[in-house]
T-cell receptor
Framework: DTEVTQTPKHLVMGMTNKKSLKCEQHMGHRAMYWYKQKAKKPPELMFVYSYEKLSINESVPSRFSPECPNSSLLNLHLHALQPEDSALYLC??????????????FGQGTRLTVV | QQQVKQSPQSLIVQKGGISIINCAYENTAFDYFPWYQQFPGKGPALLIAIRPDVSEKKEGRFTISFNKSAKQFSLHIMDSQPGDSATYFCAARKRGSTLGRLYFGRGTQLTVWP
């Protein structure tokens, strides 16, 4: 199984709503990532978890709150978002140690629209 | 600061032609260079990757050429097909990285006309 599964695929939320994005992988990867991607732009790194601990936070606003409840799951909690936060949110995973055979696997993304 | 520079931004190629996308980097700590293909509404998928000790890597119709001294690498798509129409991102990863963090180029939108 080389899949990273993200739910939901699409999400529309108001600026006062609280919602969560979910990501799951069963490849035994101990590094998991959240990226944000705007149209016609490359993915931008938001957070990195290694061994279920937050390792990198790319100065992301606190209205985005990541959580890694176990080695297979990664959540992104959303609260009081702004319309400019509308984007494709991508989850990825990879082995911790990078070797020749290492690659990052991306999920299909959640298309988020903030109204 | 964009650590990986990619060109062109968009590319239109006729079916059967060769598509060429170029990337350049400055940081000599990079030691792994993947290319990702992304279709609209989908996540990026690894297409092919290379390490700097190899000058060329070929997988089917896709070839990466790597010039270590010039710090440049390129993707060649031979016999381009309409199904290759997608956005292509080059990326780089640092030597000894224990977290696999990728630095992406800005992307190239490839359109292959039938």
């Amino acid at each position: 199984d080389t899949e990273v599964t993200q739910t939901p695929k699409h999400l529309v939320m108001g600026m006062t709503n609280k919602k969560s994005l979910k990501c799951e992988q069963h490849m035994g990867h101990r590094a998991m990532y959240w990226y944000k991607q705007k149209a016609k732009k490359p993915p931008e790194l938001m957070f990195v978890y290694s061994y279920e601990k937050l390792s990198i936070n790319e100065s992301v606003p606190s209205r985005f709150s990541p959580e890694c409840p176990n080695s297979s799951l990664l959540n992104l909690h959303l609260h009081a978002l702004q319309p400019e936060d509308s984007a494709l949110y991508l989850c990825a995973s990879s082995p911790i140690l990078t070797t020749d055979d290492t690659e990052a696997f991306f999920g299909q993304g959640t298309r988020l629209t903030v109204v | 600061q964009q650590q990986v520079k990619q060109s062109p931004q968009s590319l239109i190629v006729q079916k059967g032609g060769i598509s060429i996308i170029n990337c350049a980097y400055e940081n000599t700590a990079f030691d792994y260079f993947p290319w990702y293909q992304q279709f609209p509404g989908k996540g990026p998928a690894l297409l092919i990757a290379i390490r700097p000790d190899v000058s060329e890597k070929k997988e089917g119709r896709f070839t990466i050429s790597f010039n270590k001294s010039a710090k440049q690498f390129s993707l060649h798509i031979m016999d381009s097909q309409p199904g290759d129409s997608a956005t292509y991102f080059c990326a780089a990863r640092k030597r000894g990285s224990t977290l696999g963090r990728l630095y992406f180029g800005r992307g190239t939108q490839l359109t292959v006309w039938p």
